[in-house]
């Protein structure tokens, strides 16, 4: 594949060479790391930060995890992608040309597909040597606004944008080429079905598999936590077809003005016929710093986790145990 | 950072009296959430509060927006500069669609306003509500960031905001969550009824649907409901998809979330049934594995082994190309099954069905076949599984 020449690509790397002037962090060092399941990546040092003032703050909007166990780290208030290995130590850092990517997913071992849905409203396919290959408007069929996308999905099908959790587009074809855009209900995985979740306003949590052409319901299952069920995370199937929920459960006072009182993530898999295999609980839940990505399945099937903290951003690898 | 009270001090922010006869207008939610869109695509400007619109729609021919651009090595705002006349930050930007502590036009630039902690408390002019019953028109805020509320809690607990979110993104409008740091803060005066008890309102979405909502408690309107229409039928409702081969080539067409989309069969294993399972535009090319080629089987003229021929398993001799070579040329006349144990032909050799030995193929009971086989058959057919070379096209 070739870069297209594309005259919002010119914008947005106008935008960051501003803000790569000056880099806003010094050169990325090594994780601190105590523990094998979770890397610390310090604050300022190797992943940037904004803190808001009459602002939003944010750090990293999202990660995705590496066919060899490493992960891809999407740092956009720098302007970059940091590329670790598997023990967690930094590889390489990749530059990016704005500041405003909000996602990122792997397509292949050597393509990323990065998502900028508010300000260029483009996806941004770059390979792993940090070359841009193709850049695709977000909106248009089945996508009338882009900063709707609640989530993006790369499948062997191609690339898929999911909007307001309630239908999937396809963007992108097998060959990574725009195409005919085709949707389906709820998020597709594999098996030409699709997953669908949904709250059911009683503090539980619906999940229901269906096929997508006949859009019928072929199995469904009503999810307890501890706690109400405020928000579902995360939701996806991995390669033997085990359906992983993360699901955020929080119990608020009654009275104004209304603090949380306890919360905490719950890491839900299901077999194929939506019988519950297993339920870990996770206590590092959403931060002021705004997040697009908080939870994602790595390509063996192990849910990882991206929590921030006073240190920095940890990537938690929840399949090695309770974090 | 700096702390809230120097922070009020630098936005010039409205320590507001409470003997002030200034109070927000009365209206429907509605009316501020159009407010809101208008200021969509409009710069972050620190302390700023302005911008223009068309009804809901943001006025950016008339008003150009500014720029923000970040100091080197802030963290954010105010190590920032900004540009041009428009633009806001997200408490000027919420003040303002919401018109406290007054009404001022959203053009009205270095206006009264207030800062986001302040929409963490009660105020006179607005009650701090829980998050789980955010409305449209409501705030969500924190100590240090509030965002205006446009849509109702989605299916998986997302809301749809309109927020003057930071230097580098400017006011937009997404779809987000909310930490448990954020508060919920509802406007008073807002108490227009939209509509009557009893009354409904259709309109059209995406390119094939509609979408409903009724008059909740008969003053207010419900959120819309989702997006959907009939599917085609008959002729209209055949389609291919572009680009794609075989069997995911071919599709129906369907109407999903408002939008006409051909739905078409996924990539599977390819499998000998003359349909290109994989949609990489061959059909039965898949291993022998996945056809369920090289399993012996009952030929009339002795031991075969199975083949993929016009899409379906057939039981050849070695060396020969169909099942119906003489059988001096090492041939007869066989049927195998199709792969879920099923005859896919009629039989008219000797070989009997029994059930499939694997799970991707059936098997041909070697029946009085077997025992005429003689050693050099055993070889040749042992040769052929080796060598074989598939014959399906």
């Excluded at chain 2, 997200?90 to 630039?109: I, L, T």
């Excluded at chain 2, 349909?275 to 002795?302: F, Q, R, V, W």
Aim: aromatic content about 6%; charged content about 20%; glycine content about 10%.
């Amino acid at each position: 594949m070739r870069l297209r020449p594309n005259a919002v690509l010119t914008v947005i790397l106008a935008s960051c060479t501003l803000s790569l002037v000056a880099p806003r962090t010094a050169e990325a060092e090594p994780i601190v790391s105590h523990d094998p399941m979770t890397w610390v990546f310090p604050w300022d040092k190797t992943v940037g930060r904004i803190i808001g003032q009459e602002a939003d703050s944010e750090g990293p909007k999202s990660f995705v995890i590496k066919p060899d166990g490493g992960a891809l780290i999407l740092d956009q208030v720098n302007c970059r992608v940091l590329d670790t290995d598997p023990k967690g130590n930094l590889i390489q850092t990749l530059a990016l040309p704005a500041p405003t990517f909000d996602d990122i997913e792997l397509v292949n071992e050597n393509v990323m597909v990065l998502a900028d849905r508010l300000v260029s409203k483009t996806l941004l396919l770059m390979d792993l040597q940090g070359h841009p290959l193709q850049q695709i408007e977000i909106q248009g069929r089945g996508i009338t606004h882009s900063g709707l996308v609640t989530a993006m999905i790369a499948r062997t099908d191609g690339v898929w944008l999911e909007v307001e959790h309630r239908h999937s587009v396809k963007v992108l074809d097998r060959a990574l080429q725009p195409c005919e855009r085709q949707i389906i209900t709820g998020r597709p995985v594999a098996n030409g079905w699709n997953l669908q979740g949904k709250l059911d306003g009683r503090g539980e949590a619906i999940v229901s598999i269906g096929r997508r052409i006949h859009r019928e319901t072929m199995r469904s299952v009503s999810l307890k936590g501890q706690l109400p069920i405020r928000r579902i995370v995360w939701l996806d199937m991995d390669a033997k077809g085990q359906v992983h929920v993360v699901l955020h459960e929080a119990q608020f006072a009654t009275e104004s003005p209304y603090p949380v009182q306890k919360e905490q993530y719950a890491w839900v898999v299901l077999d194929e016929s939506l019988q519950e295999i297993s339920r870990t609980i996770s206590p590092w839940v959403l931060t002021l710093y705004d997040q697009r990505v908080e939870c994602r399945l790595g390509p063996d099937g192990r849910m990882w986790q991206m929590a921030f903290d006073t240190n920095g951003v940890r990537l938690i690898d929840w399949g090695r145990g309770t974090p | 950072m700096k702390t809230r009270w120097s922070l009020a001090v630098g936005l010039g922010i409205l320590a507001f009296s409470a003997t002030s006869s200034a109070t927000p207008p009365t209206e429907t939610a509605k009316d501020i959430v159009c407010r809101g869109k208008s200021g969509e695509g409009f710069s972050y400007a620190w302390g700023g509060e302005c911008w223009c619109g068309q009804g809901c729609k943001p006025d950016l021919t008339n008003c150009e927006p500014g720029k923000c651009t970040p100091k080197a090595g802030s963290t954010g705002c105010p190590e920032c500069t900004h540009s041009g006349k428009y633009g806001a930050d997200c408490s000027g930007f919420v003040s303002k669609a919401w018109q406290v502590p007054k009404p001022f036009p959203v053009e009205a630039c270095d206006v009264d306003r207030y800062v986001a902690s302040s929409f963490t408390k009660n105020h006179e002019f607005w009650n701090v509500v829980p998050m789980s019953s955010l409305q449209p028109a409501d705030a969500a805020a924190s100590s240090t960031h509030v965002i205006l509320v446009i849509g109702e809690k989605d299916s998986q607990g997302n809301h749809e905001v309109v927020e003057a979110k930071g230097c580098n993104y400017g006011i937009v409008r997404q779809s987000r969550s909310f930490s448990s740091s954020y508060n919920g803060a509802r406007r008073i005066n807002i108490t227009t009824c939209e509509c009557a008890s009893g009354e409904e309102q259709s309109r059209e979405c995406g390119d094939c649907g509609t979408e409903h909502r009724s008059c909740a408690d008969g003053c207010s309107w419900s959120a819309w409901s989702a997006c959907e229409g009939p599917d085609p039928t008959g002729e209209q409702a055949s389609c291919t998809v572009e680009g794609a081969k075989g069997a995911c080539a071919v599709g129906v067409k369907q109407c999903v979330a408002g939008w006409l989309t051909c739905q078409a069969a996924q990539a599977t294993e390819e499998i000998c049934d003359g349909i290109d399972n994989d949609c990489d535009g061959e059909i039965d090319n898949g291993t022998p594995e996945s056809l369920g080629e090289g399993k012996a089987c009952n030929h009339t003229c002795g031991r075969g082994e199975t083949v993929c021929i016009d899409g379906a398993l057939q039981c050849v001799m070695p060396g020969a190309s169909t099942p119906n070579d003489p059988c001096d040329s090492g041939v007869g006349d066989s049927g195998v099954g199709g792969q879920d144990g099923s005859p896919t032909s009629e039989i008219n050799s000797p070989g009997t069905w029994h059930e499939p030995e694997s799970v991707s193929g059936c098997a041909c009971h070697v029946g009085s076949a077997r025992g005429n086989g003689s050693l050099w058959g055993l070889l040749a057919a042992a040769a052929a599984v080796w060598g074989f070379r598939r014959r399906s096209r």
